[in-house]
């Protein structure tokens, strides 16, 4: 007979099928530049058609990858995004009406893959000033709970965790045999990572992203870092060939480019640099310690100047509800000092009193 698993049925998703040709992006914390043109060309420039005719090969890349984090092959599993590597830990490591803590607003994923599975998503909501209390993640941390999900840097907050907080938090974990996911999609725009935890630690998983500082999104390559028994579980459920060969053409070629990820992170502070003196002599309040990403104050009705720079600048930017002491306020991916003027120009045009 004809089934329909009600948790589907009943999932809450908003999908997004709007085009974005001919803008600025600043609303999905991709890089608005992308890599140098004639960088992708070199790096497509062996293309052929056996290549493209051809099933991906990914231990090579995984070598090349494990090399450039100083592990080996058995710590690592390529995913299509780290989205499909945080779904398959979730599957993997919680049971159906299992208990997850994480923290909220965070990437909305933790809670769709949550519900699609029956799980049981207990959040732990930020301070009004934007602020994490660690305290308040580890009073949630029960005998009962299987995973616990934190985010360094967090999206869309911006916030992260020292090591003193983070090792506070692992030692109750640890206590209580709950597993680790931590998700590092932002770790290179801020010197400070919990990768050796997974890399040396049972029950711990890092997820990482090529979609934001390597400026790859439209390729879809992630990796899980894990302890090798986990990583075999998470492998288990990968689809056959769950990455592209263009996506690993593209990632070797950046990890192996000398100077090319520092010029990208150089570049990336730079234009941040200069937001953030722009919206400071502007009156600006803004946070985001961390991340590709900044939340903006403004000084009038933030709805509607996302619409505006839509309508008029060819800007897309996010607003967001209920941020705390900023109430509904911009979400402003970082991008290239150029792009920064452009946003900056845009907002003083229209955020007007």
Known sequence: ???????IENLHRIFDQNERKGFLRLDLNE???????????DALKDVTPQFVAQYPETLHFTEVLANFLKTDVSHLCLVNGSAEGIRYIIQAFTAPGGRIVG?????????????????????????????????????????ETQLLILLNPNNPMGNVYSEDEFRNIMEVANNKQITVLIDEAYHHFYPGT?????????????TRTFS????????????VAGWPEGVKMVQKLCTPHNTNAFALKIAEKI??????????????????????????????????????????????????????MKAEKKILIKSYPNVGEFGTCLRVSIGEKKYMEKFIEALLEIDKN
């Not at 992308?34 to 060309?41: A, M, N, S, T």
């Not at 919990?194 to 890092?206: K, R, S």
């Not at 990890?255 to 953030?276: V, Y």
Request: proline letters at 4%; aromatic letters at 14%.
């Open 1 to 7: 007979m004809y089934y329909l698993d009600s948790k």
């Open 31 to 41: 890089n608005p530049g992308g890599l140098p043109q004639e960088f992708i060309d």
């Open 103 to 143: 923290v909220v607003p965070s990437y909305f994923m933790f809670q769709v893959y949550s519900e699609m599975y029956g799980r049981d998503f207990v959040k732990v909501p930020y301070n009004e000033d934007l602020t994490m209390d660690v305290n308040n993640i580890i009073k949630e941390l029960t005998d």
């Open 194 to 206: 919990f990768i050796n935890y997974a890399l040396n630690h049972e029950h711990v998983f890092v």
């Open 212 to 223: 934001k500082l390597f400026s790859m999104a439209g390729c879809r390559l992630g990796y």
């Open 255 to 308: 990890i192996e480019t000398p100077g090319m990820l520092q010029s990208l992170i150089e570049k990336f502070k730079e234009g941040r640099g200069w937001l953030i003196e722009a919206l400071d002599r502007n009156g600006y309040a803004h946070k985001g310690e961390a991340g590709n990403f900044l939340f903006i104050k403004t000084k009038t009705d933030a709805q509607i100047i996302v619409e505006r």
